[in-house]
């Protein structure tokens, strides 16, 4: 026997009576879910609903915060997944609206052309509609103006937010590690909020970068598993109470807000792409760490790259591997071993192109290990680090730079005389408007804004000057203490930590049959002299400039290899 039915008032899709029926309640943010009446509302609603059409409720799905933009919502595809179930346990789903299940118009058809195939009808108790043409289109154009204004909420909200920020103010996303939200103000019943410096989490974050440039004073510095170790391992911990993890580190060593740079609309909410520079807002806040340690991370980050330098070479167990090369071939030098008839293990630095392709690609070379790496840190330690042969080797540096002082002071002075006549026409045209002697029409708010432009970009230009112009003289006691630090970093402690600092002022190390030559970059050597104390490796610039003349890296002789 066929089950009774009531037809909907417009002429619909008649229900069965007593045909099993699922509920679908949303609220688009989390704060509709805590504070609003939306979803007890659409609940009593669809209860009524079923109760009058007399059918089963028998399951409900209740999805707060969660916009219906997109299908990617927890709780609504758990439902389609029930829906779609060979055994399926009801056969209508009742919302209270359409906009209620999405408001994309195209998804919308595609999820109720699925739920057909499946035997589940949709049921809008806002907006009885039926299956016949003029209804299914009718649905279709509700469906397309809940997409319209969805998105026109969505720019409306966006264009608030965005001059939210620009005020200084905190949008609600996650707060990093090291800040906390102050209440600012009130503006009616919204709380104005802006980001201030948690001092017990920033005391972290400095952790995390000081460990990674220069370690604990232990080990040299950590790469970003071994930080991690570090943390965990000490008791350090999240805001949440969790354990730190790579990407929660590597998140921070690269986010610049801790040099104050915190910016919003950086992405597209919903494909997450970058948006161009034009379209973000830049706000300040406390910065935690110094733009001189930050820049130093990054470079060291990207020499360490696994694109840039392979791992093996960062914290192999070889000091000098990913220096060394062949002087006839320009191969590298690699680790190769062997066994003597007594089962010792030698190991030597070997021509790898000799190695991989025999006498024709290369005569071949080899040098024990230990014998080259006393022979280099030996003659780093006698000859370039000593105060007096930096001091040497840095003179010309410094002498380049006086040479070009006096055209960047030329070139200072003029931005200054720039900045200085346009703060002074600007105020003869603002006393003009007080006085009443000239009126701000349109004309002259033009002339004002091409001022401004004019005195910005000349004072920007000269902050960039002023904020890079470099030192032509160095303090002999800050060469006397780089160079207590080298000599002591290069001779003592574990591999990788040797290994970075000698990688930081040492782009190859060439290997003849008599001669072995150690190049490098006196600028990149000057860089590293005033740090002032953030010393890292750079990334390495491989300009032979040192022997220039010959006479900056005295040959080590085969007869001294061999003694």
């Known amino acids: 026997m066929n089950k009774p039915f009531s037809k909907s008032s417009n002429g619909g899709t008649p229900i069965l009576v007593g045909e099993r029926a699922c509920a679908y309640l949303r609220v688009s943010t989390g704060r509709q879910a805590e504070s609003d009446l939306s979803i007890p509302d659409q609940r009593s ?4 609903f079923c109760r009058t059409r007399r059918l089963d409720l028998v399951m409900e799905f209740v999805e707060p915060g969660a916009s219906a933009t997109d299908d990617q919502r927890p709780e609504f595809q758990r439902m389609i997944e029930r829906a779609c179930d060979g055994d399926r346990p009801f056969d209508v789903i009742v919302v209270h609206s359409y906009s209620r299940f999405m408001r994309d118009s195209f998804q919308l058809e595609l999820y109720i052309r699925k739920l057909a195939k499946a035997g589940v009808r949709l049921v809008s108790i806002t907006q009885e509609l039926g299956d016949d043409p003029a209804q299914v289109m009718m649905r279709q154009v509700i469906a397309l103006f809940d ?7 969505g720019k409306h909200v966006l264009r608030a937010m965005k001059e939210n920020a620009r005020q200084g103010f905190y949008n609600g996303s996650r707060v990093p590690l090291g800040y906390k939200t102050e209440e600012v103000e009130k503006r009616g019943i919204r709380v104005k909020k802006r980001l201030v ?3 017990v ?3 972290t974050v400095q952790l995390i970068f000081t460990l990674y440039l ?7 510095p950590l790469g970003i598993k071994k930080l991690v170790c570090w943390l965990n391992e000490k008791g350090y911990r999240s805001r949440m109470g969790g354990r730190f993890s790579v990407n929660t580190v590597h998140g921070i060593l690269t986010n610049p807000i801790y040099v104050g740079e915190w910016s919003f609309n950086r992405r597209n909410a919903k494909t997450q792409a970058l948006k161009p520079d034009s379209d973000l807002i830049r706000i300040e806040v406390p910065a935690i760490v110094t733009r001189e340690e930050f820049d130093a991370v990054q470079a060291t980050m990207k020499l360490n790259a696994p694109a840039n330098t392979p791992p093996r070479i960062v914290t192999g167990p070889v000091l000098l591997t990913g220096l060394t090369t062949c002087l006839t071939c320009t191969g590298a030098m690699t680790l190769r071993t062997g066994t003597s008839k007594s089962g010792k293990v030698h190991r030597y630095y070997s021509c790898s192109t000799a190695n991989r392709q025999g006498e024709t690609g290369c005569k071949g070379r080899s040098i024990p290990v230990d014998k080259l790496d006393a022979l280099v840190t030996e003659r780093l330690v006698e000859r370039l680090f000593e105060p007096e042969r930096l001091t040497e080797l840095l003179a010309s540096v410094c002498a380049d730079r006086a040479d070009k002082q006096a055209s960047v002071n030329a070139r200072a002075t003029r931005l200054q005389t720039e900045v200085t006549d346009a703060q002074e026409k600007l105020r003869r045209l603002y006393k003009l408007v007080e006085d009443g002697l000239a009126e701000l029409d349109d004309i002259l708010k033009e002339r004002i804004a091409t001022l401004k432009l004019s005195h910005n970009a000349a004072k920007a230009a000269l902050d960039r000057i002023r904020s890079t112009m470099p030192e032509t003289a160095i303090d002999p006691e800050v060469v006397e203490k780089f160079s207590r630090l080298m000599r002591e970093s290069i001779t003592t402690g574990d591999i990788p930590f040797r290994k970075t600092y000698i990688r930081s002022v040492i782009d190859r190390i060439e290997i003849g049959d008599d001669v072995i030559r150690i190049i490098g970059d006196k600028t990149k050597l000057e860089k590293a002299v005033t740090a002032r104390g953030s010393f890292v490796p750079g990334v390495r610039s491989f300009a032979p400039e040192w022997r220039s003349l010959g006479d900056s890296n005295p040959c080590f ?7």
Request: no cysteine; proline share 0%; hydrophobic share 15%.
């Open 214 to 220: 220069v370690g604990d004073g232990k080990s040299g």
């Open 197 to 199: 410096k948690d001092d």
């Open 45 to 48: 609603q669809v209860e009524a």
């Open 147 to 153: 997409e319209y204004q969805s998105r026109e909420n």
């Open 557 to 563: 002789r085969r007869e001294r290899a061999t003694s």
């Open 201 to 203: 989490e920033a005391e």
